[in-house]
């Protein structure tokens, strides 16, 4: 399964033109490079060689390219998954994203998202008492209350918890022994993360090991000389898998502590799906790490999950395993992904292309053979 949505740009901060398709040595620049017309596309490409070559499945072998899942999915994945199961029924799902090499000192490490945290957007309505605004001494204004529930969603430390799915991932990153304990430590997790001067790595660690409150859109008051009685703020809440909504409703009481009762939480619609895990012990695993280190020599695959939202959770919703994978050269650095999902600059170069191409064409050959 892949998407053909694209996130839009800011066209100033890109080198080359971000529709453009440019092919310059040997790297394809453009909007939805890595997020993910590179998979939807090698994808496509694999199943149309097996196709001409006279490959028969074991089972079915579905192609599936979907619209919506930058804005949610619900009119893509969501709706085959809900409304139209038999023509997407499956036993394994493979999407976005991974497989881009990490090297260690074993030899690269290929990430295999088999999991994703919530997506849980919060609109807060905080309330206040109209006035004139020429006398403000001991009055309610709706917009000093909302600079403290900012303040405190901002500061909120909610208890870390250690999955073990972090756990094995950080395991596996080979870092120094001391740093590798207190990263899957949960009482010592946030400090050392405040300390790391890797700020790439501090955020991964802080947002693989805590339910994440950031908030990211205000909206309010009306005049200059009227003192507001409503501010909406909108908070993107990121819950681990296995935080409900309830849990997720106590953390955000105790995070505005004694405002709470001057704010009104509303969830938008289809905004509230928890967390989703699949297992990293299946045979679908086990045949993608067969041909992953046939195609990459030395490599290994480890267990990560997605802070961020893809639409392999609905079919993991509906118990199908799903699991976010591709295969990367060593050209781009590892490094430079987590810029380019949703960035300025985002390309891919071929060689990946042709890797990810082989790893479907191989993965079918060997699992559905
Ligand atoms: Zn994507």
């Not at 605004?133 to 309610?140: A, E, I």
């Given at each position: ?31 939805g ?27 079915t ?92 969603l ?10 073990d ?21 949960p ?10 001067d ?36 909108e908070?993107?809440?990121?819950a681990?898998?296995g ?6 409703h ?72 799903s ?26 170069d ?20």
């Amino acid at each position: 399964m892949g998407h053909t949505d694209v996130v839009p740009v800011s066209p100033d901060g890109w080198q080359r033109d971000p529709f453009g398709a440019e092919l310059v040595d040997g790297i394809v620049w453009g909007r939805g490079a890595i997020d993910m017309l590179n998979l939807t596309a090698t994808m496509a490409v694999a199943t149309r060689r097996l196709r001409t070559s006279g490959f028969r499945p074991r089972g079915t072998l579905i192609y599936l390219a979907v619209a919506d899942e930058e804005a949610g999915g619900e009119y893509g994945a969501q709706y085959l998954v809900e409304r139209q199961m038999d023509a997407v029924k499956c036993d394994y799902v493979v999407t976005e994203s991974g497989g881009v090499p990490i090297p260690t000192p074993s030899g690269p490490k290929l990430r295999l998202s088999v999991g994703e945290k919530g997506v849980n957007w919060r609109r807060l309505i905080v309330h206040g008492t109209p006035g004139h605004g020429s006398r403000p001494f001991r009055t309610d204004n709706a917009l000093v209350t909302a600079a403290l529930v900012v303040q405190r969603l901002a500061e909120y430390r909610p208890k870390a918890r250690i999955l073990d799915t972090w756990r094995r991932y950080v395991e596996e990153l080979e870092l120094d022994r001391d740093l590798t304990a207190a990263l899957i430590d949960p009482d010592r997790v946030w400090e050392t993360a405040f300390g790391l001067d890797d700020l790439a790595l501090a955020r991964e660690a802080h947002a693989c090991t805590h339910t994440t409150f950031s908030p990211n859109v205000a909206h309010g008051g009306t005049k200059v000389n009227v003192i507001p009685d409503r501010i909406e703020i909108e908070v993107d809440i990121r819950a681990l898998p296995g935080i409900g909504a309830d849990e997720l409703h106590a953390m955000l009481t105790e995070a505005l502590g004694d405002v709470a009762d001057r704010v009104t939480i509303e969830t938008p619609p289809n905004r509230r799906p928890p967390g989703s895990m699949s297992s990293f012990d299946t045979p679908l695993v086990d045949a993608l790490s067969r041909v992953a280190g046939r195609l990459m020599p030395g490599s290994r695959i480890v267990p990560s999950f997605t802070t961020g939202g893809t639409d392999a959770r609905f079919f993991r919703f509906a118990g199908v395993p799903s699991y976010g994978f591709g295969l990367h050269s060593r050209r781009i650095p590892h490094t430079e992904y987590p810029k380019m999902f949703h960035g300025h600059d985002e390309r891919v170069d071929t060689e990946s292309l042709r890797l990810s191409t082989l790893l479907w064409q191989e993965l079918c050959s060997d699992f559905l053979a």
